[in-house]
């Protein structure tokens, strides 16, 4: 049914990321259930709703009992029937629990995909929002709500680029104040005809598309429609007989559902399919360098590395390049920390009970850093260097040592002017409170980060 990509296909596709002319769309098949990988995001919001709910699926018929599972626009179309306005009412409370934010992720060839490939616009058919907060880089959330209003649509600078990286819900999301999104078959439909009438579509979406490629990932839309939106998105640009070969890349189409008719139809008009998404990423992730992984020092105590931070360093290697220096014997020691302390994002320092205790071992914390090498404890040294280098600090307390720690450090720090703002800045770099160290995560850490630069 179908044909492997080759390696030039592959090539291709990473030239035009570099190039900015590609553009991803998302779907629900681009996510998966935390702890329960098998089940697929359609089915779980389907199932979450009828159990909470108490849906009665003895009232449907026997056709309707089999689609009612499948958690598409059909599936939904089904519960509006029987649930009316409470639909709506229930996934804004299933999308705003703490369960469905804990464990909802993007797939990990798909995350990283999109973290490496810096793409300044994503598309996405899912109606639930804060998609962009699964990712390292910030982007602009825009709902399109099936109206042609200026906050509905991207911003192009005078050189028609994106104006701020932009996460953009084709067919809305579900929110607090109500509001229009694609929920059923009737609201996919208006949305459809809204992208393709001219008095509604989202104008500069629309230019901005012209001249790219779209690669869709794991979005379960019905056959015809998929040819429809694709229409509505690319027009005259979109309708092109296949002269280029296997290995040029107009545009793309995966999907773990995808149908043999849409498939043909695909390749005719020089568009790549297959439902084999995984892999396909996979191959291109291996190509597609991550053009910058944030740098952090972890500054924690000697007797720690081989257990805490060989498990941070375990944890957030995948989105973090992880600097620990422990090379003690090193005449160049000190110098190596200076370097590598200027080059990094963030400093970290991981408190324990070991780093309180090494506070309270300092006598005194030397106004001079000269003084303060190989007399004092080193970790102390390092935190004293993060100040003067003008680090971004975002410190780890480990089983609720924030207060002994405060304490400790008022004691040794009393005007307050040596190293009580590294840990309690102006910008209010509070820190990560976690009981074990196990419970730090990539997402955790970035989520942070992006709070942190918010203020």
Not at 115 to 130: A, S
Not at 152 to 176: C, H, P
Not at 284 to 309: A, M, Q, R, V, W
Request: with cysteine; proline share 3%.
């Amino acid at each position: 049914m179908y044909s492997k990509w080759t390696n030039s296909l592959i090539d291709d596709i990473i030239d035009k990321i570099y190039d900015n002319v590609i553009v991803p769309i998302i779907g629900l098949d681009a996510f998966s259930v935390k702890g329960n990988e098998d089940i697929s995001l359609a089915h779980y919001i389907i199932e979450e709703i009828l159990n909470k709910c108490n849906f009665e699926i003895n009232d449907l018929d026997d056709e309707e009992k089999i689609a009612i599972h499948k958690g598409d626009y059909r599936s939904m179309s089904i519960l509006k029937r029987k649930l009316g306005n409470n639909l709506q009412i229930r996934l804004k409370e299933l999308y705003n629990s703490d369960e469905w934010k804990s464990n909802i992720q993007l797939k990990t060839q798909v995350k990283q995909f999109l973290e490496y490939g810096k793409f300044p616009l994503i598309l996405t058919t899912c109606n639930f929002k804060n998609i962009e907060n699964l990712l390292y880089t910030k982007y602009l959330p825009i709902a399109y709500r099936a109206e042609q209003k200026a906050i509905q649509d991207i911003k192009l600078s005078i050189n028609e680029t994106i104006e701020e990286n932009s996460m953009f819900y084709m067919f809305g999301f579900v929110a607090a104040g109500g509001g229009f999104t694609a929920i059923t078959e009737n609201d996919f439909l208006r949305f459809l005809h809204c992208y393709h009438d001219k008095n509604y579509h989202p104008k500069n979406l629309k230019y901005y598309l012209k001249d790219k490629h779209i690669l869709s990932l794991g979005c379960e839309i019905p056959d015809w429609t998929v040819r429809f939106l694709l229409y509505s998105l690319k027009e005259d640009d979109f309708l092109k007989e296949n002269t280029f070969g296997d290995d040029y890349f107009d545009g793309g189409f995966l999907s773990l559902n995808l149908e043999e008719g849409l498939s043909k139809f695909l390749r005719r008009i020089s568009y790549f399919s297959h439902n084999n998404v995984t892999d396909f990423l996979l191959d291109i992730n291996k190509k597609l360098i991550p053009t910058h992984k944030p740098k952090i020092f972890i500054s924690l105590d000697s007797k720690e590395y081989d257990s805490i931070g060989k498990e941070i360093k375990r944890k957030l290697s995948d989105e973090f390049e992880i600097i620990i220096y422990n090379d003690f014997a090193s005449p160049q020691y000190w110098k190596v920390i200076e370097d590598k302390l200027k080059e990094s994002d963030f400093f970290v320092p991981i408190i324990t009970s070991n780093a309180i205790v090494k506070l309270f071992t300092a006598r005194t914390i030397p106004t001079e850093i000269k003084e303060s090498k190989d007399v004092i404890p080193g970790l102390i040294t390092e935190w004293q260097l993060a100040l003067k280098f003008n680090r971004i600090c975002i410190p780890i307390y480990l089983k609720e040592t924030m207060e002994p720690f405060k304490t400790a450090l008022q004691q040794k720090d009393p005007q307050r002017d040596k190293l009580w703002p590294l840990f309690f800045s102006e910008e209010g770099n509070e820190g990560i409170v976690l009981d074990e160290i196990f419970e730090i995560s990539s997402e955790l850490v970035r989520n942070y980060f992006r709070e942190f630069n918010k203020h």
